[in-house]
Structures are given as C-alpha cells and as structure tokens.
Nanobody, 121 residues
C-alpha cells in the first residue's frame, strides 16, 4: 500500500526559508513522477513542482525560489522553499504519479495528508 507522509510545515515570516519532506512507502518510487501541490483556503489545488526521470518542473509563481529534489535510496521527496511570501501560505501536498509529468492534480495517483505552511507579512 502506497503511503505518503509530509512534514516540515510551519509558521514563518516573509523572506524566510522552509524545507518540506515527504516520506514515501509501499513501492520503489525512483522511476515515478513525484510532485508538490498546494491549496490555499477557498482556492483550488495547484501545481507547485514535480520531479521525474526527465527533469524538474516548476510553477511560474515559485520558479527560482523553490527547489524540488528526491533521495531515491531513502524514498524521500523534498521541497526547499526560499524567499517565502504571504501568498505561499497553503496546505502543501506530496503526490505520486505512475506516468509522465503533468501539472494537473487529478492525474496523480496517491496523495499525502498535507502540511500547513503559513507565511506572515
């Protein structure tokens, strides 16, 4: 059974950095697409970043500030977030897709429970 567990969220100030982690279990994920999404109150879930065998992908809103990486030996996914802004406030979700990268949440097969990131101004 696939399980994804996020951690690392919290309350930070604008301009701060934060690193999110996602522990994956149930399969070997090295060959799959893994992604980060976020959902702010009253908004739809949106793509943040993804990583696959062909590279890394970012939403325009986080390009240059966020960095996605993975440790295949540990089945871990990370999201390093820098220069955080109040508009980055959301619940962040880790997800896995057993196919090529897409930016659409509905295309992903498994999800974690999410971790809250709050950025104060």
């Amino acid at each position: 059974q696939v399980q994804l567990v996020e951690s690392g969220g919290g309350l930070v100030q604008a301009g701060d950095s934060l690193r999110l982690s996602c522990a994956a279990s149930g399969r070997t994920f090295s060959s799959y697409t893994m992604g980060w999404f976020r959902q702010a109150p009253g908004k739809e879930r949106e793509f943040v970043a993804a990583i696959s065998a062909i590279g890394t992908f970012y939403a325009d809103s986080v390009q240059g500030r966020f960095s996605i990486s993975r440790d295949n030996a540990k089945n871990m996914l990370y999201l390093q977030m820098k220069s955080l802004k109040p508009e980055d406030t959301a619940v962040y979700y880790c997800a896995v897709r057993f196919r090529t990268v897409t930016y659409f949440p509905d295309d992903y097969d498994y999800w974690g429970q999410g971790t809250q990131v709050t950025v104060s101004s």
